[in-house]
Protein backbone atom coordinates (compact mmCIF):
# COMPACT_ATOMS: atom_id res chain seq x y z
CA UNK A 1 0.00 0.00 0.00
CA UNK A 2 1.22 3.41 -0.86
CA UNK A 3 2.02 5.94 1.92
CA UNK A 4 0.20 9.28 1.54
CA UNK A 5 2.22 12.13 1.76
CA UNK A 6 0.89 15.42 3.23
CA UNK A 7 2.54 18.39 2.05
CA UNK A 8 0.88 22.15 2.59
CA UNK A 9 2.55 25.53 1.10
CA UNK A 10 1.98 29.40 1.14
CA UNK A 11 0.88 31.60 -1.26
CA UNK A 12 4.38 32.46 -2.43
CA UNK A 13 4.88 28.87 -3.17
CA UNK A 14 1.23 28.12 -4.51
CA UNK A 15 2.47 31.07 -7.07
CA UNK A 16 6.02 29.49 -7.62
CA UNK A 17 4.35 26.29 -8.85
CA UNK A 18 1.42 27.51 -11.19
CA UNK A 19 4.02 29.90 -12.79
CA UNK A 20 5.98 26.75 -13.20
CA UNK A 21 3.24 25.00 -15.29
CA UNK A 22 2.68 28.24 -17.28
CA UNK A 23 -0.51 29.28 -15.25
CA UNK A 24 -1.18 32.71 -14.00
CA UNK A 25 -3.95 34.22 -11.56
CA UNK A 26 -5.98 36.52 -13.30
CA UNK A 27 -7.91 39.95 -11.51
CA UNK A 28 -11.50 37.98 -10.19
CA UNK A 29 -8.19 35.48 -8.50
CA UNK A 30 -9.31 32.54 -10.83
CA UNK A 31 -6.49 30.37 -12.01
CA UNK A 32 -5.69 30.87 -15.98
CA UNK A 33 -3.24 29.94 -18.63
CA UNK A 34 -0.55 32.21 -18.45
CA UNK A 35 -0.41 32.08 -22.59
CA UNK A 36 -3.89 32.92 -22.85
CA UNK A 37 -5.57 34.29 -19.62
CA UNK A 38 -9.21 34.26 -20.33
CA UNK A 39 -9.12 30.05 -20.80
CA UNK A 40 -9.43 29.17 -16.36
CA UNK A 41 -8.28 26.26 -15.56
CA UNK A 42 -10.71 23.27 -14.58
CA UNK A 43 -10.83 20.57 -12.38
CA UNK A 44 -11.49 16.72 -13.03
CA UNK A 45 -15.30 17.56 -12.27
CA UNK A 46 -14.95 20.71 -14.54
CA UNK A 47 -15.12 23.44 -12.50
CA UNK A 48 -12.52 26.54 -12.58
CA UNK A 49 -10.77 26.89 -9.15
CA UNK A 50 -9.70 29.97 -7.67
CA UNK A 51 -5.98 30.47 -6.08
CA UNK A 52 -7.34 30.16 -2.59
CA UNK A 53 -8.86 26.52 -3.59
CA UNK A 54 -5.66 25.18 -5.62
CA UNK A 55 -4.11 22.36 -3.23
CA UNK A 56 -2.10 21.13 -6.57
CA UNK A 57 -1.41 19.23 -9.69
CA UNK A 58 -1.70 15.67 -10.07
CA UNK A 59 1.76 13.89 -11.68
CA UNK A 60 1.80 12.85 -15.35
CA UNK A 61 -0.33 15.39 -16.04
CA UNK A 62 -2.18 18.83 -15.49
CA UNK A 63 -4.90 17.71 -13.30
CA UNK A 64 -5.72 20.63 -10.30
CA UNK A 65 -7.05 19.54 -7.51
CA UNK A 66 -9.16 22.02 -5.05
CA UNK A 67 -8.42 22.37 -1.41
CA UNK A 68 -12.23 20.91 -0.78
CA UNK A 69 -12.19 18.27 1.33
CA UNK A 70 -13.92 16.03 -1.37
CA UNK A 71 -11.26 16.71 -3.69
CA UNK A 72 -8.58 15.56 -1.25
CA UNK A 73 -10.23 12.17 -0.25
CA UNK A 74 -10.53 11.89 -3.99
CA UNK A 75 -7.16 12.28 -4.56
CA UNK A 76 -6.42 10.55 -1.41
CA UNK A 77 -8.50 7.58 -2.46
CA UNK A 78 -6.44 7.56 -5.97
CA UNK A 79 -3.41 7.91 -4.34
CA UNK A 80 -3.06 4.87 -2.18
CA UNK A 81 -4.25 2.65 -4.45
Not at 37 to 53: A, H, K, M, N, Y
Not at 60 to 76: N, P, W
Amino acid sequence: MAKLKIVSFNDGARSFILESFGKVVDKENYVVEMSDPSQRVLTPDGDEIRFDQFAGIKKGSEVFIKSDIVSLVRLAGELVK
